[in-house]
């Protein structure tokens, strides 16, 4: 069982930054580990979407959308992924999910965060 808790999320002006951490927690005991890490997004009545996934070696991926405004990092050390978003946009607006999978082949979500973008 994996745990993702979710933070930074705010209100921020038009070509704004901020920063999303997610960390997760597992019990000491297992043996599963962490394989890739990656935020997805949710925009008020829309469906969810991909926004940034990065894999245990550190091979990032990124939808048009948000390539070269968002950079997603992880500290392994600390089962931490980060999503750094820069010049952020009102469409930007959305619940920010963070999402994990795991040797076991499980998926897990972290619970939520919301980024509003105003104009």
């Known amino acids: 069982q994996v745990q993702l808790v979710e933070s930074g999320g705010g209100l921020v002006q038009a070509g704004g930054s901020l920063r999303l951490s997610c960390a997760a927690s597992?019990?000491?005991?297992?043996?599963?580990?962490?394989?890739?890490m990656g935020w997805f997004r949710q925009p008020p009545g829309k469906q969810r979407e991909f926004v940034a996934r990065?894999?245990?070696?550190?091979?990032?991926n990124y939808p048009d959308s948000v390539k070269g405004r968002f950079t997603i990092s992880r500290d392994n050390a600390k089962n931490t992924v980060y999503l750094q978003m820069n010049s952020l946009k009102p469409e930007d607006t959305a619940v920010y999910y963070c999402?994990?999978?795991?040797?076991?082949?499980?998926?897990?979500w972290g619970q939520g965060a919301q980024v509003t973008v105003s104009s």
């Open positions: 990065i894999s245990s070696i550190g091979t990032t």
């Open positions: 597992r019990s000491r005991f297992t043996i599963i580990r962490i394989n890739a």
């Open positions: 999402n994990a999978n795991t040797t076991d082949g499980r998926n897990y």
